[in-house]
């Protein structure tokens, strides 16, 4: 085993996980000390990177702020608002708006979408915001899961295993991942009533914002209509979402350029989140050095230990280990270094993958929103809580919306999930 790598890898995680130090600089530092010491070569870390996820990403994140600057997810979004009456239902519309957008858009992208009508409401009801914020995190979190273009994770998951957009809903013959999401969303929105019925504030008149094009959303909806599509007719066709992603993109932004001009779009290219994208690109690196190290081999050997020959115990243990780790740790690396493990178990077992492979998805994924540093979108939800609300979001009030739906939402997706999946073992 190389320890030098080992060692790369874990300070990687501990900074990461302290928070200090800008967590680009920490990946693209570890990258290039892995790379100049020797430890891999240029071309191994060019080889791991995947490049169909990367254009995927790309074109999604894109279509994405083209999607937020046309004003359609705010226009949705005050339409449900203004056909409640209280403030409880107002606000469990708008996390179910949050849930369906999440579901197609990067999870960040929908906390800025949602964010700002959560907040207006919250003032115009003179009630503190932070509690529907938190509440648009977790919910975004949770759908990220649910299709193939709702996050990251998702869309490494899919490439890795050659999964398919359709497959996350119906794999094998057997209900998909997305069905298993849904299942935890039924359980968790209850915990999100309990919790907001006590807002029984009468909902005003809400002033409806204006559509500033639909084309946007026409575009997202081809792009998803797309990839449904084209994995019946080509399946297992390597690097197809990334392109068609990157065609819509393209598309998208001529347009932008044609209607606005090169100088306006400019302005538009530049909050896009490109930060991530180089993220994302580093994590690879690094994590694609660990199997090479003959560090996931060993981390394979402790599963075996811990869970035996039990496969219901190996699927379990990969979802409720993925939740526990993931409130505290990015779930992009996390997953990357723990799909070749999950491969690697189902193996020793003499079984499918795919199983361990949803449980995974579904623990990391949902694990994020126990903690306010799970997840990029919880980060992004407490600086708007207090950029825009002067309001500081402690450890505490997000575990008091975050574990309880978390425990919930995984409860439920434990079970049916293994009611779905248990006999393609």
């Known amino acids: 085993m190389n320890y030098f790598v080992l060692v790369i890898f874990v300070a990687t995680y501990i900074l990461l996980i302290v928070g200090k130090i800008n967590r680009l600089w920490i990946v693209g530092t570890a990258a290039g000390l892995l790379v100049l010491s020797g430890a891999i070569s240029l071309l191994q870390a060019f080889s791991f990177v995947n490049w169909n996820v990367m254009a995927l990403f790309a074109g999604m994140l894109i279509l994405a702020d083209l999607f937020i600057d046309s004003n359609v997810p705010a226009y949705l979004a005050q339409k449900l608002v203004?056909?409640?009456?209280?403030?409880?239902?107002?606000?469990?519309?708008?996390?179910?708006?949050?849930?369906?957008?999440?579901?197609?858009?990067?999870?960040?992208?929908?906390?800025?979408?949602?964010?700002?009508?959560?907040?207006?409401?919250?003032?115009?009801?003179?009630?503190?915001?932070?509690?529907?914020?938190?509440?648009?995190?977790?919910?975004?979190?949770?759908?990220?899961a649910a299709t193939l273009v709702?996050?990251?994770?998702?869309?490494?998951?899919?490439?890795?295993?050659?999964?398919?957009?359709?497959?996350?809903?119906?794999?094998?013959?057997?209900?998909?991942?997305?069905?298993?999401?849904?299942?935890?969303?039924i359980f968790s929105f209850f915990v999100l009533y309990i919790i907001f019925r006590k807002f029984k504030s009468k909902v005003g008149k809400i002033e409806i914002i204006k559509v500033n094009s639909w084309l946007p959303t026409i575009l997202m909806i081809s792009l998803i209509a797309s990839l449904a599509i084209s994995s019946i007719i080509v399946p297992g066709a390597d690097y197809l979402s990334g392109t068609l992603a990157l065609i819509f993109a393209l598309i998208g932004f001529s347009i932008e350029v044609i209607k606005k001009g090169p100088v306006r779009v400019r302005g538009f290219l530049e909050p896009l989140d490109w930060s991530t994208?180089?993220?994302?690109?580093?994590?690879f690196i690094i994590v694609g050095s660990l199997t090479p190290a003959g560090i996931i081999d060993r981390i394979?050997?402790?599963?075996?230990?811990?869970?035996?020959s039990n496969v219901f115990l190996a699927y379990s243990s990969i979802m409720w280990v993925s939740v526990l780790l993931s409130a505290f740790i990015d779930n992009v690396p996390y997953i990357l270094m723990m799909l070749p493990v999950a491969a690697g178990l189902a193996t020793s077992l003499g079984v499918q993958p795919y199983p361990f492979y949803f449980s995974l998805?579904?623990?990391?994924?949902?694990?994020?929103?126990?903690?306010?540093?799970?997840?990029?979108?919880?980060?992004?939800?407490?600086g708007l809580a207090k950029k825009k609300c002067d309001q500081e979001v402690t450890f505490k009030q997000f575990m008091k919306i975050g574990l309880p739906f978390t425990v919930s939402a995984i409860v439920a997706a434990w079970i049916i999930g293994w009611f779905f999946w248990g006999n393609l073992v």
């Open 82 to 144: 203004s056909r409640t009456k209280t403030a409880v239902w107002a606000m469990l519309f708008i996390c179910g708006l949050t849930s369906l957008i999440s579901a197609f858009v990067e999870n960040v992208a929908t906390v800025l979408i949602i964010a700002p009508i959560a907040i207006s409401l919250a003032n115009n009801l003179k009630i503190n915001p932070t509690p529907f914020l938190i509440s648009i995190a977790v919910c975004s979190n949770l759908q990220g």
């Open 277 to 283: 994208m180089l993220f994302l690109l580093f994590i």
């Open 150 to 185: 709702g996050d990251p994770p998702s869309m490494i998951l899919a490439s890795y295993a050659h999964i398919s957009f359709d497959d996350f809903f119906w794999f094998q013959g057997h209900p998909g991942i997305f069905f298993a999401i849904q299942a935890g969303a």
């Open 361 to 382: 998805l579904i623990g990391a994924s949902v694990g994020g929103n126990i903690t306010p540093i799970g997840a990029s979108a919880n980060i992004v939800c407490i």
């Open 300 to 308: 394979i050997e402790l599963m075996q230990s811990m869970t035996g």
